[in-house]
């Protein structure tokens, strides 16, 4: 049997290595246009940052190598042309020789990947203007800062690459401007979340503009389209990606979302014989079972490794996914796993929604505040997704909550968890539990919560509300929401008496500890409409600045 598979980076060769692992018999060739193979398109910045000691630690794998553990051939600088399905072959040219010619499979495996979207703006052409999608493009970059050594930079795109860029190339000294077409920064997260990471970014002086369009690259920086002109001795765009799928859709490919390739859970096309995999698949999402399309590293080796196996006769399938991601910008973790709020309420689901403040483990070992979202359906108590900013533990948190949602657990179910705990990793309850219990006291106690965009609704009603604030009068005095009444925590039970119980009430505190305390007391007083407000006066202010 000849495997041919299209594409060498995460997908190609991890197909490459599983189809060699269950078959010593099969001829497998690989076909890669670019020059590295196998390469981490992750690390990228961080070369670029200077914390590699050279390009070589992206690519530790060549041809040879691939050849000598695997007995695979890889031919880099060849590129598919055309796919036959009819006769099983495909048109293949060698980029260095210009030499065409034809290979026939048996099974075929499109690992096409993904390339750059890269915006219809005048400019993009230009010397100065990068795009950071292989280690081409890495090295293209550090030639041109060694050689021009760049003072200042304009980032569009403020996703993954845009926010990691923004840290290390300030780290070289260079002045920064992150500029995002987009009312918020990083996309897949929901904005009353984003607005940590934005003021962040700041305090780290960078330059942040959301919500403006480019309309031209200059020789000189960025003008967009009010007029403005930002200086820019260079430029990176990062505003996504889009699947290599031309070629194979004019074979009779289906396409599915976003144009990529509509494959089943063992990785198989429309036509039989052809595997695809990769950033140049659609997937689906575990949460709503429906076809997406998020393209990242670890799924493509994951579907790589499906696909390899069942051209050799194994039976792998792909699961899902949630679209798990984390990334670090300057020393601020970002993770986000499933449905954020906006994209629960879009399928439909009947959305609780709770934001945790709590620290990664005590202050006393150092620990610093998380922010957790968390998003999970009020009628089954299912969770949907999560979304966590901080600086410590943030990924062991998130996944956890990968797990969780994996499993299909309820929100409950998250203070049953038996985690670990010492001082030195985690606090007693752990901010997961503390989340399990919030939601749960929202979904079956009816210890319901309020966002800070509900609680503005509800201030913008004309219906008759009363708003508390339970911290202590210093407090209050410093600043307050809106029309807040001070009623410390203390002194709740007596002024409870004096309040009207058919109104709404909407209690708060600094983070939303004393806030839901004073919601139990209302509640337990006969109070019929009382919510606390998620996240407290900490998360009210930050999605205020703006």
């Not at 200077?50 to 050849?67: Q, S, W």
């Not at 401007?177 to 002086?205: F, R």
């Not at 410590?392 to 985690?419: N, Q």
Request: hydrophobic share 40%.
């Amino acid at each position: 049997m000849r495997i041919v598979i299209i594409g060498a980076v995460a997908a190609g060769t991890s197909a490459a290595a599983k189809a060699r692992r269950n078959s010593e018999d099969a001829e497998i060739v690989i076909y890669e246009r670019d020059t590295d193979i196998s390469y981490s398109g992750c690390g990228m910045p961080y070369f670029l940052g200077g914390h590699l000691d050279g390009v070589g630690d992206l690519t530790p794998r060549d041809p040879a190598f691939f050849k000598s553990k695997y007995n695979v051939d890889v031919f880099i600088r060849h590129e598919l042309l055309s796919v036959s399905p009819e006769h099983k072959q495909v048109t293949v040219k060698n980029l260095e020789t210009g030499e065409t010619f034809t290979e026939s499979y048996d099974k075929l495996i499109l690992a096409t990947g993904a390339s750059a979207a890269v915006p219809p703006v005048k400019g993009v052409d230009k010397a100065h203007v990068f795009t950071l999608r292989n280690v081409n493009d890495t090295r293209r970059i550090k030639a041109f800062m060694d050689a021009k050594h760049p003072k200042t930079a304009a980032l569009i795109g403020s996703g993954f690459i845009g926010l990691e860029m923004c840290e290390n190339l300030k780290e070289l000294g260079m002045e920064l401007t992150l500029l995002e077409k987009l009312p918020q920064v990083t996309p897949a997260l929901d904005a009353d979340m984003a607005v940590h990471v934005e003021e962040y970014v700041k305090q780290n002086g960078v330059t942040v503009y959301t919500d403006v369009n480019v309309r031209e690259i200059t020789d000189s920086g960025v003008t967009l389209a009010d007029g403005r002109e930002i200086q820019a001795d260079m430029v990176i765009i990062s505003t996504g990606v889009r699947p290599n799928t031309a070629l194979a859709k004019a074979a009779g490919i289906e396409l599915g979302v976003a144009g990529a390739f509509r494959v089943n859970t063992r990785m198989q096309t429309n036509l039989p014989d052809i595997y695809a995999c990769g950033d140049c698949i659609e997937h689906f999402d575990l949460v709503t079972g429906k076809p997406f399309y998020r393209p990242l590293g670890s799924t493509a080796n994951k579907t790589g490794r499906i696909a390899g196996d069942n051209v050799t006769g194994g039976n792998l399938e792909f699961r899902g996914v949630l679209g798990t991601g984390i990334f670090r910008v300057f020393d601020l973790a970002v993770a986000q796993t499933g449905l954020n709020e906006h994209e629960a309420r879009e399928q439909g689901f009947d959305v609780v929604v709770c934001h945790n403040t709590k620290p990664d483990r005590p202050k006393y070992m150092g620990g610093r505040e998380m922010i957790i979202k968390c998003v999970a359906d009020r009628q089954s108590g299912r969770l949907l997704g999560v979304q966590i900013v901080g600086f410590g533990g943030v990924d062991k948190r998130i996944d956890v909550f990968v797990t969780a949602i994996t499993a299909k657990m309820k929100a409950e179910d998250l203070f049953h968890l038996d985690l670990a705990y010492a001082p030195p990793f985690s606090t007693t309850k752990d901010p997961v539990m503390y989340t399990g219990m919030i939601l749960e006291n929202a979904i079956h106690r009816d210890r319901k919560q309020v966002t800070a965009q509900e609680l503005d609704n509800i201030m913008q009603s004309g219906e008759k509300y009363t708003l508390i604030d339970t911290r202590v009068p210093e407090q209050y005095k410093k600043e307050h929401i809106g029309t807040a009444r001070s009623i410390p925590h203390a002194e709740l039970r007596a002024a409870a008496e004096t309040l009207d119980k058919d109104e709404i009430t909407v209690t708060y505190c600094n983070k939303g500890v004393t806030g839901n305390a004073a919601l139990n007391i209302l509640m337990n007083k006969g109070f019929k409409r009382v919510f606390s407000l998620s996240g407290g006066q900490k998360q009210y202010k930050e999605t205020h600045k703006k």
